[in-house]
């Protein structure tokens, strides 16, 4: 399983990003994505996931309410948006999958994608 996470940048404080991740060499619907994010000198942290069908999403609480994951299986592609961005939520950000039910630890999925940089600054 491939996976390409796109969509980081420079954003300022109270922005919006449209992160995308691209999944490849498995039947998408067969693999439920997260997406974590590692600071400069920090342990990568979860920030939200959806199930396999997408029924089921969670979310890591410093941006559950700003931020949406989703999925669309026709592009092969999990997207996160996060609106109202702090300083705080910069860092590299991963998408990675795994064919069981998404949980919020980096060692319950099995494939990972390079990461995507985002910055909120002003």
């Known amino acids: 399983v491939q996976l390409q996470a796109s969509g980081g940048g420079l954003v300022q404080p109270g922005g919006s990003l449209r992160l995308s991740c691209v999944v490849s060499?498995?039947?998408?619907?067969?693999?439920?994505v997260g997406w974590f994010r590692q600071a400069l000198g920090e342990g990568r942290e979860f920030v939200a996931a959806?199930?396999?069908?997408?029924?089921?999403?969670t979310y890591r609480g410093t941006v559950k309410g700003r931020s949406t994951i989703s999925r669309d299986n026709a592009k092969n592609t999990v997207f996160l948006h996060m609106n109202s961005l702090k300083p705080e939520d910069t860092g590299v950000y991963f998408c990675?999958?795994?064919?069981?039910?998404?949980?919020?630890?980096?060692?319950?999925?099995?494939?990972w994608g390079k990461g995507t940089q985002v910055t909120v600054s002003s």
């Open positions: 990675a999958a795994t064919g069981r039910t998404p949980g919020v630890y980096s060692y319950e999925y099995h494939y």
């Open positions: 060499g498995r039947t998408f619907s067969s693999v439920a």
């Open positions: 959806i199930s396999r069908g997408g029924e089921r999403t």
